[in-house]
């Protein structure tokens, strides 16, 4: 039974370099399919578009069948759980039950699947991120909305998961995480 992990966190909270840290302690870690696409300039349109968000998530179902044949667990950052999070905080709602369906059949297929969500306060977002220096009202509405999606989406899909902060010191953290995957093992 193929056994993945989820990275999920609002913007800033570490997610990537949480999973760089486990890929260079031996673990399968797929980064975020969004920021691939933005690092190439690939953002259909604007990343906040509903084009690009269905483009994200087709090229998740890509790579979950290179996932499918997998015998050792896989660190997936963001997933669909925090993709379909996004779409319902973006308001696409047909998209994300769309993919909640594809969700759906994917999970009856067996697979163990568990989350970790790295949380941070709004005001370290704004230390972190290069996106937003300044942490608006309608930021912090938006992202609490992906997280209280994102939890939605865990219950519904009875999805076992653990919040690690990453507030303070990122060592603290990627410890964290990495004893939760040893406990977590097989």
């Known amino acids: 039974m193929t056994k993945i992990i989820v990275l999920n966190g609002i913007h800033a909270s570490g997610k990537t370099e949480v999973g760089k840290f486990l890929q260079k302690n031996g673990y399968d870690y797929r980064e975020e399919i ?4 933005i690092s190439r300039g690939e953002t259909a349109g604007t990343a906040s578009s509903a084009e690009f ?18 015998t050792h667990p896989i660190i997936i950052e963001t997933w669909h759980t925090g993709n ?3 779409m319902y905080a973006k308001g696409f709602i047909d998209d994300a039950k769309n993919y909640e369906e594809y969700l759906h059949q994917f999970m009856n297929q067996g697979y ?5 969500f ?5 005001d370290v ?5 290069n996106l937003y220096k300044v942490v608006t009202p309608e930021v912090k ?3 609490k909305r992906v997280q209280d999606s994102t939890f939605g989406i865990y219950d519904k899909f009875k999805i076992k998961n653990t919040k690690v902060n990453n507030e303070y010191e ?3 953290c990627a410890n964290n995480v990495c004893a939760l995957l040893k406990v977590n093992e097989p």
Do not use: W
């Open 112 to 116: 163990d699947i568990s989350a970790i």
């Open 170 to 172: 990122f060592n603290e």
């Open 118 to 122: 790295i949380t941070i306060p709004f």
């Open 84 to 86: 379909i999070a996004h």
């Open 53 to 70: 968000q269905r483009k994200v998530m087709n090229m998740e179902i890509e790579r979950d069948k290179g996932v499918i044949a997998c």
């Open 34 to 37: 969004a920021q691939i696409l």
């Open 141 to 143: 509405d938006f992202y």
């Open 125 to 129: 977002m704004g230390k972190r991120s």
